[in-house]
């Protein structure tokens, strides 16, 4: 696994070195929203003559020294409603199922969206940035923020998620088994295969503007698509 704290500092490691860092026991520090742990793949068998790009390495040294010198205010307002809107999204969804750890595991990832994305994101529009001092974004952008935010949540939930609900447990002397699908979980299975908004409305128990978000994330992620206006058809009968 690969680990990338706040201080930019990467390093490799088992999950019984993670374990030592981030535990049951030292989980209220707030270690665990400032790690950004990713799982590496099994290379599987290793390879006496890997066939390797002998330009790879002049380029990485190239493109280090390009943002090293980078100096200036960035203009990034695209990247931060990208990620307010994507962590508000979710965020309505914790408090609409009470679920305090994952409010907790939400709390840092639009930092990640931001600095892992940025430097690709320069990289891309270079000659725009050297020439005027701005960033143009288009969609491909927006794209990597949120991918990025999506798989920095993902690794949270999977790694410290169960510690984030044991220690809220723990906080209120009570020991429950958590649930493993939530009420907003239990609305949308309670849709009907086609439905509108006002049915969407009534399941959630929310208001119209409300539905309509959770409607554009749902397209958004391909869980649902629009067949008319104002009608949608299930895609996933059960939430991601």
Known sequence: MRTIPFWNFIYTGTLYALHRKVNQRNFGTGMSTRLAVIPLPDKGMAQRHQKRDPSANETL???????????????????NDETFDWQSSRLEIAEFNGDKADRTLLKRIPYYGIGVSLPFILMRHWDEWQES???????????????????????????????????????????????????????????PDEF??????????????????????????????RIAHGTYRKILQELP
């Open 61 to 79: 040294r190239t493109w280090a020294y390009r943002l090293d010198r980078v100096e200036g205010e960035i203009p990034i307002e695209p990247l």
């Open 196 to 225: 509108k908004t006002q049915q969407m409305m009534d399941s959630f128990q929310c208001s119209q503007p409300t539905a309509s978000r959770n409607i554009t994330r749902f397209l958004q992620d391909g869980i649902i698509e």
């Open 133 to 191: 001092k701005t960033l143009t974004m288009d969609d491909v952008d927006k794209r990597l923020c949120r991918l990025a935010m999506e798989i920095q949540y993902k690794c949270q939930q999977f790694f410290f998620g169960e510690m984030a609900f044991n220690y809220f447990a723990d906080q209120n002397k009570e020991f429950v088994v958590r649930r493993r699908t939530t009420r907003f979980d239990d609305c949308y299975r309670k849709l």
